[in-house]
């Protein structure tokens, strides 16, 4: 595997069901990010990690909790979703700090309907 | 704040002419400036960087873009557009965040559309 994968690439759920989006980056890089992309909306960006610390959260509800247990590895938990969070969601990741250039490599993204 | 402005949700040209994205920037430390393209229902990719150096930058897929210090801008060009160009792209430039890290931040894209 190359870049930054994720699975799945797509995935259909109830409001009630809970499930995860995981991705892995093969890039050796320090920090990984979770995007939502909605139709018609700006990129938002929802998480950051950098040397597996949560350092942005950017008020997203509390529905979707995030997981970084290595450099390496970001799952996006999901529980009790509403269908405005039917949207396509981009893992991306960088390397960050002095001798990095803060370029993004993204993956192919999960595409979520929530019904 | 950081910002980015792309000019124009949609683009549309006729295949074989000029491409020309517009982006407009603000940043409150010496800029990396980022295009990247979208093609539908996959990830984003990057077309070409601005980080120090020469202020017109080669990307793939013949396009190009020129760092403007005193327009603050980064417009993205390609001499001749091309069927499969079509696509959505992003402008993208570095900033600093509430807690002093660089990151990226994302214009709202900007989608091209290539008639035959």
């Known amino acids: 595997e190359t870049g930054v994968t994720q699975t799945p690439r797509h995935l259909v759920m109830g409001m009630t069901n809970k499930k995860s989006l995981k991705c892995e980056q093969h890039l050796g890089h320090n920090a990984m990010y979770w995007y939502k992309q909605s139709a018609k909306k700006p990129l938002e960006l929802m998480f950051v990690?950098?040397?597996?610390?949560?350092?942005e959260n950017n008020s997203v509800p509390s529905r979707f909790s995030p997981e970084c247990p290595n450099s390496s590895h970001l799952f996006l938990h999901l529980h009790t979703l509403q269908p405005e969070d039917s949207a396509l969601y981009l893992c991306a990741s960088s390397q960050d700090g002095s001798s990095g250039t803060f370029e993004q490599f993204f993956g192919p993204g999960t595409r979520l309907t929530v019904l | 704040a950081q910002s980015v402005t792309q000019l124009g949700s949609h683009v549309s040209v006729s295949e074989g002419a000029l491409v020309l994205l517009r982006c407009n920037y603000s940043?409150?430390?010496?800029?990396?400036l980022f295009w990247y393209v979208q093609y539908p229902n996959q990830g984003l990719q990057l077309l070409l960087k601005?980080?120090?150096?020469?202020?017109l930058v080669k990307g793939i897929n013949g396009f190009e873009a020129e760092f403007k210090k005193s327009e603050t801008s980064f417009h993205l060009t390609k001499p001749s557009a091309h069927m499969s160009d079509a696509a959505e792209y992003f402008c993208a430039v570095t900033d600093l965040t509430d807690t002093g890290r660089r990151a990226l931040t994302f214009g709202s894209g900007t989608r091209l559309q290539v008639q035959p």
């Open positions: 990690y950098n040397f597996k610390e949560q350092t």
């Open positions: 601005y980080t120090t150096g020469a202020t």
């Open positions: 940043s409150s430390v010496p800029p990396y």
